[in-house]
């Protein structure tokens, strides 16, 4: 479990058994309660056989929007992109 403030950040854990090979999480869980955020991840690999574990966060700074987007294959629609990296502009916002 890791505990955390970035609430503006993408996270995530990796680990490294002993062999050197790195493995991603078979179950991982978030919980945000305004001030920290928690992170839970489950591998599978025994505990005893972990030698690292790596905590990442990298910053959401930058937004994307796809608008006019059509589900059904057979009808054309214009499709706009909207984007920036200031979030309080962000559409929806």
Do not use: Y
Not at 2 to 28: C, N
Not at 61 to 71: Q, S
């Amino acid at each position: 479990m890791f505990v955390h403030p970035l609430s503006d950040h993408e996270t995530r854990v990796i680990a490294t058994d002993l062999d050197g090979k790195q493995l991603l999480p078979v179950l991982e869980r978030t919980h945000a309660d305004g001030q920290t955020n928690t992170l839970r991840a489950i591998f599978d690999v025994p505990p005893e056989r972990v030698k690292r574990l790596e905590f990442s966060a990298r910053a959401l700074n930058e937004w994307v929007c796809f608008r006019n987007v059509t589900l059904d294959p057979a009808r054309k629609t214009e499709v706009s992109i909207l984007h920036g990296d200031d979030p309080t502009t962000q559409p929806g916002r």
